[in-house]
């Protein structure tokens, strides 16, 4: 098992990953910090969870980060040739990820041969809530392979065909030559439809805005003494820590590891211990990182994951702050169409009540499931099709039969969302004259 210091961090202001040298990602908490892990191999080998991606092959190893930022690269030279595996986790502007479909959140890795042919073996099995779960990776064709937790979604896509392992998980071995390239995406989704970008098409792309993203975030340093390169190497490594929505600064990205073999101080450190944070604070605010300063004084020392708003409101835009409001617009207009439909049922039935209306609603949400969400992905300009799998221009995930990519209670959720609106309707209409 890889020692601590073998382990480099990848982030992107909301979580970690740990990374060992043999391109074994062993610990990652999603989708923050504090939450329950989905690796953690780093804790136990056996039952943990771990993603490697390696040679078959025994190598030699080295490893960098791309200068000034947080992206990682692991050089692999075996006796056949050399591969490059790079890990990051997209970061951008707010105003990027505004512009754009942007997925929750992500975790990319490409590896690519650089000389030569090896073969590459691929292993990947989560173990979520720190190994307590085994999980059955539900294969969804050109959607990937998915992990639904309730009202969260976990998505693997790859260029790569994974199969199960016996061990667990699903596993993969295949042969690169020269320039041959293999591309992962990990994705998180709360809110449905979740995000699904082709991993290769969009790899440059993401690594291109992940780069300048860290590199301008870097070049903000106002140290210019001795040891500058190892200083602000520091400083990302404590920007990777601190929790981007609140400005929180977390102590460290792990839980559990004991101070000394068979020690009992294995405090979780995944939260803002404030003392620690203080002292990061004052060393950031003296590198000239003001902004992440006063974020910290600032931040106060579901059934589904189906948005309909935004759903509707991505079938007019891409840009996430305008779909949301156009899709409040739309889904309001939307409900008072409807209305005059099961007014129009009532005055049908000669009686307008609760009950009546609850059974419209029954009806209209038969007809949601059935038939009005099954067209959505011939509709919807950046919908994704289950037969043909994501694209550059659409990357929405499909609901599936009856909704059910949006989580397993979304039929229900739908179902009951509709008897209330009927019910609503049926027990406060009025007959004219």
């Known amino acids: 098992m890889p020692k601590i210091q073998d382990y480099a961090a990848i982030g992107d202001g909301r979580s970690v990953a740990l990374i060992s040298r043999n391109g074994s990602l062993d610990w990652l908490c999603w989708p923050r910090f504090d939450s329950p892990s989905l690796f953690a191999g780093l804790l136990d080998a056996r039952i943990g969870g771990t993603w490697s991606i390696s040679p078959t092959e025994t190598a030699q190893v080295?490893?960098?980060?791309?200068?000034?930022?947080?992206?990682l690269q692991t050089r692999f030279h075996t006796s056949t040739g050399s591969l490059v595996l790079t890990d990051f986790m997209p970061a951008a502007s707010e105003e990027e990820k505004r512009r754009i479909l942007w997925p929750e959140q992500e975790l990319m890795r490409r590896v690519e041969c650089e000389r030569g042919e090896i073969e590459v073996q691929v292993h990947f099995d989560p173990r979520p809530d720190y190994g307590r779960v085994r999980v059955a990776l539900r294969d969804a064709g050109k959607l990937g392979l998915r992990i639904d937790r309730g009202s969260h979604l976990i998505t693997l896509l790859s260029d790569i065909k994974l199969?199960?392992?016996?061990?667990?998980?699903?596993s993969a071995r295949f042969r690169l030559g020269t320039g041959a390239s293999a591309t992962?995406?990990?994705l998180y989704s709360s809110e449905g439809p979740a995000v699904l970008p082709p991993p290769s098409e969009l790899f440059s792309q993401k690594f291109a805005l992940t780069t300048e993203w860290w590199r301008r975030w870097a070049a903000r340093c106002r140290?210019?003494?001795p040891y500058r390169d190892q200083v602000v190497r520091s400083a990302l490594m404590l920007k990777l820590l601190s929790y981007a929505p609140s400005g929180a600064i977390v102590a460290a990205p792990t839980t559990s590891l004991p101070e000394r073999v068979g020690g009992d101080l294995n405090w979780d450190y995944r939260f803002c211990w404030l003392r620690d944070a203080a002292f990061t604070v004052r060393a950031l605010f003296g590198l000239g990182y003001r902004e992440e300063a006063e974020a910290f004084v600032s931040q106060g020392l579901g059934m589904t994951r189906m948005n309909a708003?935004?759903?509707?409101g991505t079938m007019l835009t891409p840009n996430r702050d305008r779909a949301k409001l156009l899709g409040v617009l739309a889904h309001f207009v939307n409900g008072w169409i409807f209305s005059f439909i099961y007014?129009?049922?009532?005055?049908?039935?000669?009686?307008?009540t609760w009950w009546l209306g609850a059974l419209a609603g029954l009806v209209h949400s038969s007809f949601v499931l059935t038939a009005g969400l099954p067209l959505l992905p011939a509709l919807h300009p950046r919908m994704a099709n289950e037969q043909y799998g994501p694209t550059v221009a659409r990357q929405l995930e499909p609901p599936g039969f009856l909704a059910l990519?949006?989580?397993?209670?979304?039929p229900i959720s739908i179902v009951i969302a509709h008897l209330v609106y009927g019910a609503i309707l049926g027990g406060f209409y009025?007959?004219?004259?």
């Open 62 to 71: 080295e490893r960098r980060y791309l200068d000034d930022t947080n992206v």
């Open 163 to 170: 199969t199960p392992a016996a061990e667990g998980g699903a």
């Open 184 to 186: 992962f995406s990990l």
């Open 223 to 225: 140290y210019s003494g």
């Open 309 to 312: 708003p935004y759903l509707l």
């Open 343 to 352: 007014i129009a049922a009532f005055h049908a039935w000669g009686a307008a």
């Open 405 to 410: 990519h949006y989580g397993a209670r979304t």
């Open 430 to 433: 009025v007959f004219p004259g």
